[in-house]
């Protein structure tokens, strides 16, 4: 069996629906804490990292049955050599 850390890094392609999600979360977090709010932004893939704790932060309330998927394909997680079973 494999283990998942809340802190082991993530990446995920995020579809319309997911920029939509992660834009409105990057305005509330300006709107309290201004310019000292860190943007996520895409890699040259064009893939979002974040740790697995914030990805659930952002995009946890906008999964469901009822809703557009916030991601393409699979969620992507990378994990320190230290931790890796």
Same mark, same amino acid.
């Given at each position: %069996?494999?283990?998942v850390? &809340?802190? @082991? ?9 997911g ?5 409105e979360?990057?305005t509330?977090r300006r709107?309290?804490?201004? @310019? $000292?709010?860190?943007?996520? !932004?895409?890699d ?5 990292? %974040?740790? &697995?704790?914030?990805? %659930? $932060? ?5 999964l469901? %049955?009822? $809703? ?9 997680? !990378? !994990?320190?050599?230290?931790v890796?079973?």
């Amino acid at each position: %069996m494999t283990g998942v850390h &809340l802190n @082991d890094y993530v990446r995920v392609r995020l579809t319309p629906y997911g920029e939509a999600v992660l834009g409105e979360y990057h305005t509330q977090r300006r709107q309290r804490i201004g @310019d $000292r709010a860190y943007i996520y !932004r895409p890699d040259a893939e064009g893939l979002y990292g %974040m740790p &697995l704790w914030d990805l %659930m $932060r952002i995009f946890g309330a906008s999964l469901g %049955m009822t $809703r557009p998927p916030p991601f393409e394909g699979e969620i992507q997680i !990378r !994990r320190p050599a230290a931790v890796t079973p």
